[in-house]
């Protein structure tokens, strides 16, 4: 951590002195917010999110699209707004005290996230937008030099469209071919087609870790196995894991992973890549500009050293600071207990939700088999008049193909409802969910039994 000034105003400072935690507590040791040793506090957390004080048509706002991004504590928006109210600077390039303290702020969100998903290096972290970007970063950098024509990438069913469109913009570009590999009805993967899909073509397999639209948490170190021994490299979509478990890169078996904080508590427009330090080595710059280089000439340029080369002109500086104070946030309240709190009311919303005989439910039937969402249809109601009829409720859930229309199509579905859950939510959140379903009914005049 940075000894400068502006450091202490970007720890963890919630609401209040009370623990977000049950049962025995420690000291977190970077942020000296209670480190969880059992249970969450939900009453307690709920305090730390100012938007969870607003009602929605006159009823407490029950949020329930965390998948597609998560409530901000108050202690990310004060770290924000304190870079621009007390050292708002561009970094890397001055040397002036608030140039030395955007940077040290920015840098130090670097190793923080490394440490949080158990990157070996901070340089083997690169900034991007978010998890699109930094999938994209890779079919450019790593792709259009290693992949030939008639090579195959295998990607997954129940990939978001952010882990298909960037290869086959690839593969239209190179000759490459996508090959896919399956689902079953219940939500899981193939893995009996690995053997037939994966051959000495396979030069890389890209698939989600957890699935945005089924909630299935996936055997990325059995996949990643089996790739390496055909040769290929693995890329994991991590966008809806590294909010809700512990991640680790290294025993995953990963190659490159990238993830999205905003859906972990953080602000939007910061995304994270980490890959191994040396496939980013020979990898070549995927924009191009200010703060990349090592040297320019009209004739010539050369590139920065690793992360630096990938993160042309000005970052987004705030939003990695306010992503740091994200992860300072989270890490208190102990990942371990993150998941067990999403188990908790994951199972519990299953259950609710078999009691209602109009509700059809999609992924794995096993709560420990999925993180904390469920896709589910009123089969006499389409998911985007529930949606609207819910959120008159309070409750806001998503509807639509949640970027995943081959998967939406594989299921024979044109859209779902979707209720996703997080460390704010609780079982009461979860009965006014299904009370509102209950209304939605009698709003379009349907039995509710």
Known sequence: MSDDNHSEDQMLNTTSTEPAVTGSVSVHEE????????????????????ILQRQIFGRRLVYLDNAATSQKPQCVIDAISDYYSGYNSNVHRGVHTLASEATSAYEDAREKIAAFINGDDPKSIIFTRNTTESINLVAHSWGRKHLFPNDEIVLTAMEHHSNIVPWQLLAKDVGCKIRVLDITDDGYLRLDQLNELLNEKTRLVALTQVSNALGTINPVRQIADAAHERGALVLVDGAQAMPHDTVDVEAMGADFFAC???????????????????????????????????????????????????????????????????????????????????????????????????????????????????????????????????????????AGHHCAKPLMTRLGLVASARASFYVYNDMEDVDAFVDALYEARKVFGLPTT
């Open 260 to 398: 999205s904080p905003h859906k972990a508590l953080g602000p939007t427009g910061v995304g994270v890549l980490w890959a191994r330090r040396d496939l980013l080595e020979e990898m070549d710059p995927f924009l191009g500009g200010g703060e990349m280089i090592r040297d320019v000439s009209f004739e010539r340029s050369t590139w920065a050293a690793v992360p630096h080369k990938f993160e042309a002109g000005t970052p987004s500086i705030a939003d990695v600071i306010g992503m740091g104070a994200a992860i300072d946030y989270l890490t208190s309240l102990g990942m371990e207990n993150v998941r067990a709190h999403e188990q908790a009311i994951i199972t519990y919303a299953l259950e609710r939700l078999r009691e209602l005989p109009f509700i059809s439910i999609y992924g794995p039937r096993n709560p420990e088999d999925r993180c904390g969402l469920v896709s589910f249809n009123d089969v006499d109601i389409h998911p985007h008049d529930l949606g609207t009829v819910v959120d008159r409720h309070g409750v806001a859930i998503r």
């Open 31 to 50: 942020t000296g917010a209670p480190a969880a040793e059992a249970g969450l506090d939900v009453s307690r957390i709920k305090q730390d999110f100012p």
